[in-house]
């Protein structure tokens, strides 16, 4: 991954010029940890010294993203993968347990649809048989261990595929022209091309939540191929009380409020 923050840098707009006392860092003591190193990009995402140092570390995940995601892409998406990857971390809290390379590498998923795209790969339809058998036994399976059923992002986990085509196999009342589907994903990419809708909100929280708030964000909002119920029926699926699941449901309306403010 070559130059890869200069070709990033290129991209990026212009700095507005800042008092000698408060001028970016020069230098990043290399014996910041990582998560602490994210904590202050976080504070200053515009310093090119942290933005560099940051992807530095992240490096290896970002390489391995991409040879597991996009195999043999690595010249054509190494500039989107950086991109990707800074804005995940944009919402990494290293409190909630999970390790910044864990969560990076998670969040590149979308490598294996921009990667498809590149290449117009489409799927054939003679594989939609196939591709339900193998959905259902992974949430057979689920079920089994777990007691519940997955979400939507444990799914994909599971299958490999993505939440968008996951949709397209459990949902048998209709068909989904898999290259309308990659349109719909290639307008996502185009950043600040259009306002934020709704669904976009929701599928920001989604990713930065755990898989039991996030089972709880499909069944209230009937997203994801999911049924809408109300708190009894979620609670009885989940095995937790009704007043469990307000209170995970005003968290997330909270982080749903605090998104639409950022805009």
């Excluded at 519940?148 to 996951?166: C, F, I, N, Q, Y």
Aim: glycine share 2%.
């Amino acid at each position: 991954m070559t130059n890869l923050f200069d070709s990033l840098k290129s991209s990026l707009p212009p700095v507005k010029a800042r008092e000698k006392d408060d001028s970016v860092d020069k230098q990043v003591p290399q014996t910041l940890d990582t998560d602490t190193l994210i904590t202050k990009w976080q504070a200053k995402p515009d310093d090119r010294a942290l933005t560099s140092e940051v992807l530095k570390r992240l490096q290896p995940t970002i390489k391995s993203a991409i040879n597991s995601y996009a195999p043999g892409m690595d010249r054509q998406l190494s500039v989107k993968a950086a991109r990707l990857t800074l804005d995940a971390l944009k919402s990494y809290d290293s409190k909630r347990g999970v390790a910044a390379a864990t969560y990076v590498f998670h969040n590149l998923k979308r490598l294996n649809r921009l990667g498809a795209r590149t290449q117009n790969i489409i799927p054939q339809s003679e594989y939609a048989a196939a591709e339900r058998k193998l959905v259902m036994s992974a949430m057979d399976r689920f079920i089994d261990d777990k007691n519940r059923e997955p979400s939507m992002a444990e799914l994909a986990d599971a299958t490999g595929l993505s939440v968008k085509k996951l949709e397209s196999v459990l949902d048998q009342r209709k068909v989904i022209n898999e290259s309308a589907t990659l349109s719909e994903d290639s307008k996502k990419d185009t950043i600040g091309a259009s306002a934020l809708t709704d669904d976009d909100y929701f599928e920001y929280v989604y990713t930065s939540v755990d898989p039991i708030s996030q089972k709880i964000m499909e069944w209230t909002a009937g997203k994801h191929g999911a049924q809408q119920l109300d708190n009894n029926r979620i609670a009885s699926k989940l095995h937790m009380s009704a007043a469990a699941v307000s209170q995970r449901k005003n968290k997330i309306q909270r982080m749903l409020s605090d998104a639409r403010s950022l805009v």
